[in-house]
């Protein structure tokens, strides 16, 4: 079934093309017939080609791809940013900048300034400066918004271009032909459709017919960005497989070093050539968390880790001490 009727390309003057003395040659397979010195458009290949059109544009934004939309003559701006402002794509509606496809690292570039004057201004940055650079750079805003506006959430470069009248883009077809990037245009019986990739004949001069068709191809990217969300892959549940370990033992799992923090009982000694020899205290299992210092045997003293500090066995070795630091004192 057809997107469109031929009742409605009727009623909207698709058909009408220019004065006989103004065609182009090679669009001599659309032309119908001729009337009071007017080609009349073929508009059973006009409804072919546009559902060829429509299927094409809609796959390629159901993959994710980009269309720019481009018409900068007066009769097709207001209805070609509208439509594309429609169904999210980027557009070019006042003039189409040399290299905007083949040098769009630059163009790129110089969004990049827009936006990061935009910021500026937002923030109030211009009121630190005088009013005549706040000026200028006010009006570079307004002048790069102008040329550059409709492309600004364009990140890369589009996989097609659909244009509006190919006699005044014809730098843009170019560009894209240069670069393989596929060309949808409404052809005129005056204009070359040579390079136009898929050719839709058509009135370019007539708002309700621009409008028409114009709107037929934001229909075709708006049920593309549809299925591109219908498709999109829900997140898969991942099962975690957990590798059997073989057993190990003990002293395999926490080493030497820690099976002898571990050990049942553990004793200090504390040794003095003069009076104490071999005395021997023991630390019950239950509270001994560290490791003592097996290197301290000074003669006065045992160096304790910090990890015993606040333990009780630590304060009664001190008080320990201390008496008998007490006596040596006496007898002297």
Known sequence: MA?????????????FGHRTHKWHPAMKPYIFTERNSIHIIDLQKTVKALDQAYNLVRDTVADGGTVLFVGTKRQAQETIQGEAIRCGMPYVTTRWLGGMLTNWRTIRGRINELERLERMRDK???ERITKKEALLLHRQIERLDNLLGGIRTMVNLPELLFVVDVRREATAIHEANLLDIPVIA???TN???TNVDFVVPSNDDAIRAIKLLVGKIADAALEGRALRKEEEPLPREV????AEEPELSDEELLGEATLAKLAPRASIVISDDEDLVGIEFEIPEEELEGEWDREATTKDEVELDEEFEGLDEVEEIEDFKDEVEFEDEDEE
């Open 239 to 242: 099962e975690v497989v957990v």
């Open 124 to 126: 109030g940055e211009f």
């Open 191 to 193: 204009c070359d459709p």
């Open 186 to 188: 409404l052809v005129d």
């Open 3 to 15: 997107i469109i009727s031929m009742k409605a390309l009727l009623e909207s003057g698709v058909h």
